[in-house]
């Protein structure tokens, strides 16, 4: 992995508007899927996103994929700012950034063979290559993926393959133009826990031979920890903790992540000792607060958390958290300034 970056994004906001109340008094209510996060992704780097439904992940993906639309903030990609490409420009780039859904049964057209679907990539972005070498190179391309001998899949529709076959079929739609960077999103979770490590297995593989630059999406810490080089842990659309897998799985900063790590470490210790973990609660993208956005389930609630946002502060190296009781210095720095404000 180099330390060049190969995408960049600051301020990324997405706000959706949500229609509340009754039939004939609606109100419109503002909701942030993403408000105000920074990250980069470094050439070759496999960097996952996690953290519990709702919280932005798929949003953040979208954004970044330009298949919606940012309310604010900007997406650096191979020195281009996407947010203000223009169409055709827009289209040029998309070769160059694919994404990989959860679900491989929506995104595959059921009434087309599995040439036919790898063929399309093709048509669109390389014109000048002749139908056979074409073929030639979607066939290349499934024996790539595992699925040997290529003649023997090419001509399947989805429902002759397995769920695992027609994942690593999307995945191939996915790197045929050779991309520089994929988004995962939730790749295995729709999949039989006995075919997930195989398709684990077959990114990781095609990172290493593509030098892929990958963001992996997913709520399982242990999935995350086995493919990520470094790990953003997302909560109510803000980036809390970010680091080195390492990092993020023996030395967790914050609450939430605490939390997510020692149910993967330790089902009983968290079962046993849940209260002192999280606070119980549904998540409500709705209830903005001005505060912490985990303040309304952190079992270490102060009052500062209720009123000021605490912001990503670095603890060591490449490990961040925004958490108003780790940052200390952050926490003591901001109360002087509040008392020399009054
Ligand atoms: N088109 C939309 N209109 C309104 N709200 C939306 C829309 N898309 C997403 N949201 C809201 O934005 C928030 C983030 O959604 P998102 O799908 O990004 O979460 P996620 O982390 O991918 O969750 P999951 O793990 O369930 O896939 C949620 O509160 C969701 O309800
Ligand atoms: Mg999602």
Redesign the pocket.
């Known amino acids: 992995m180099s330390n060049e970056t190969m995408v960049e994004i600051k301020h990324l906001t997405k706000e959706?508007e949500?229609k509340k109340g009754g039939l004939f008094k609606k109100k419109r209510q503002k909701?942030y899927?993403?408000n105000d996060i920074n990250l980069k992704i470094k050439k070759g780097e496999i960097l996952g996103i996690i953290?519990?439904?709702?919280?932005?992940?798929?949003?953040?993906a979208r954004m970044v994929m330009r298949l919606l639309r940012e309310s604010s903030g900007e997406i650096w990609f191979k020195g281009k700012e996407l947010c203000r490409l223009n169409d055709r420009e827009t289209k040029k780039i998309r070769k160059e950034m694919q994404i990989i859904f959860q679900d491989p049964y929506d995104t595959l057209n059921p009434g087309m063979r599995v040439l036919d679907i790898l063929m399309e990539p093709l048509n669109a972005h390389l014109s000048h290559i002749s139908f056979k070498e074409k073929v030639n190179m979607i066939k290349d391309m499934v024996e790539e993926i595992d699925l040997k001998p290529a003649d023997q899949y090419i001509y399947r529709y989805p429902h002759q393959l397995s769920g695992g076959q027609r994942q690593r079929v999307a995945i191939a739609r996915a790197i045929i133009l050779k991309p520089a960077f994929v988004a995962a999103?939730?790749p295995t979770s729709m999949l039989d826990v006995s075919v997930r490590a195989g398709i684990l297995n077959l990114l990781l593989n095609l990172r290493k031979r593509m030098g892929l630059t990958m963001m992996f999406?997913t709520?399982d810490l242990a999935t995350a920890s086995y493919m990520c080089d470094r790990i953003a842990v997302?909560y109510q659309?803000k980036i809390v903790e970010i680091g080195q897998t390492q990092k993020i799985i023996h030395n967790p900063t914050h609450p939430y992540t605490k939390a997510l790590v020692s149910v993967v470490k330790d089902l009983n210790y968290f079962i046993e000792n849940r209260e002192k973990l999280i606070r119980d609660g549904e998540v409500d993208?709705s209830q903005q607060t001005s505060g912490c956005p985990f303040s309304m389930r952190c079992p270490h609630e102060h009052e500062r958390c209720n009123h000021v946002q605490p912001v990503l502060t670095k603890l060591s190296g490449e490990h961040f958290v925004s958490c108003h009781l780790e940052n200390k210095e952050n926490f003591k720095r901001q109360e002087e300034e509040a008392v020399n404000a009054i």
């Open positions: 959706f949500e909701v899927a993403v953290g519990e439904s709702g919280c932005g992940k798929t949003t953040t999103d939730e999406i709520h997302m659309g993208s």
